[in-house]
């Protein structure tokens, strides 16, 4: 991140932030209270997801130590909005001499947006975020980072930033080859991680001290571009090694399996995201998944919490909006490179998603009054 930009960054609604974590992490389902109430009053129930732990209470003789590292952990992030500010001084998403690091600055809270999110570790140093994902609300802040362990379409949206102190976000992108390389010299993930390994594509886990300390050191080389070619692979390194070796690596490591059904539904989403403007059928993508058509549809919906269809269908419109907002091609025009043959269909399914007709959501974005989805082109086949 879907880091998967300043507006769909990357890449909650303030009440409901994530509890304040304590002693070990892990990703749990918040449902809504179901509580009686009265009966002429329908609330929907959502399903939110927060980090939470839940351990031992330390001791009063550990409180120093406790506070020390709290303590360190403020400084070190301090330090990082400090040069986060001067690499990246106005709100976007800014690329950097580091290749697969991306600064993402955003100076208000921000309206949803629907945006792809590609696979990335997301370490939010400033302010707060929510990324919803079918349904599924995912909150973080400086305390949780977002792994995004395959490409898919999000909602996301900036709860908590300001020009004073703006939110700030670093995005990693996630190096398959270091996992895999990494994957045959660390010890095998518990029992316990392995069954989560093929959860949804995003997950939520704290922000530990090693992981901030890496990604400090990989920071502080924007400005020791001498020093950068050498030293951020392997800063880069030593941040996939943190992500695998915490409670999400099982995530990671799953990608890497030939076999696994993370790694099959994949190569579905592969197949989808370069031939997104084309008819795909169900029996296609389950040969290129190496999978039955109702396993495919039954794991792809539990990893992305959406059909392939609905899947495609929401990669063509995020496409459109992008032709439209940077290559200036109307409705019509845009809908038909995309995949659409009736450009009636795509202005109802493009209301539908954005929440206006085509030519009035691009007159707000060029006015600035939405800031538009800064998503890459998808690629072609």
Do not use: W
Not at 100 to 115: K, Q, V
Not at 147 to 174: F, H, N, Q
Not at 176 to 198: C, F, M, V
Not at 233 to 253: C, F
């Amino acid at each position: 991140m879907r880091d998967r930009t300043a507006a769909t960054f990357d890449a909650v609604h303030p009440s409901q932030h994530a509890p304040t974590p304590r002693t070990s992490c892990s990703p749990i389902l918040v449902r809504s209270s179901t509580s009686a109430r009265p009966t002429h009053v329908h609330r929907p129930r959502r399903r939110i997801i927060a980090a939470t732990g839940s351990g031992p209470t330390p001791m009063p003789d550990t409180a120093p130590a406790v506070l020390a590292s709290a303590q360190h952990g403020d400084a070190q992030r301090a330090e990082l909005a400090a040069r986060m500010l001067r690499a990246a001084p106005s709100a976007g998403v800014h690329a950097c001499a580091v290749p697969g690091l991306s600064l993402i600055r955003a100076d208000a809270p921000s309206a949803p947006l629907p945006c792809v999110y590609q696979p990335s570790l997301c370490m939010v140093v400033q302010g707060r975020k929510e990324s919803v994902l079918g349904g599924e609300h995912f909150h973080y802040d400086p305390l949780h980072y977002l792994v995004v362990s395959m490409t898919v379409p999000v909602v996301a949206r900036v709860t908590e930033a300001s020009r004073a102190k703006p939110y700030l976000c670093l995005r990693v992108d996630v190096d398959t080859a270091a996992i895999a390389d990494l994957a045959t010299r660390i010890p095998p993930p518990t029992a316990g991680q392995a069954e989560s390994a093929n959860g949804t594509a995003l997950c939520l886990a704290r922000t530990d001290a090693p992981l901030l300390d890496a990604m400090l050191r990989l920071v502080r080389l924007l400005d020791a571009p001498e020093e950068a070619p050498i030293l951020a692979p392997l800063a880069l390194r030593e941040i996939h090694y943190r992500a695998m070796t915490g409670d999400l690596g099982a995530r990671l490591r799953a990608l890497c399996h030939v076999d696994g059904t993370a790694h099959r539904i994949a190569r579905a989403i592969e197949l989808l995201s370069t031939r997104y403007d084309q008819h795909l059928s169900i029996d296609e993508l389950a040969r290129a998944a190496h999978m039955s058509p109702s396993a495919l549809h039954q794991r792809f919906k539990a990893a992305t919490r959406m059909t392939p269809l609905q899947f495609q269908k929401q990669l063509r419109l995020q496409e459109a909006r992008r032709l439209m907002l940077s290559d200036a091609v109307d409705a019509t025009t845009a809908a038909h490179r995309v995949g659409y043959e009736s450009a009636s269909q795509f202005s109802r399914e493009y209301r539908r998603l954005f929440g206006a007709p085509p030519r009035r959501d691009i007159e707000t974005a060029r006015s600035g009054l939405a800031a538009p989805a800064a998503t890459p082109p998808l690629r072609t086949g």
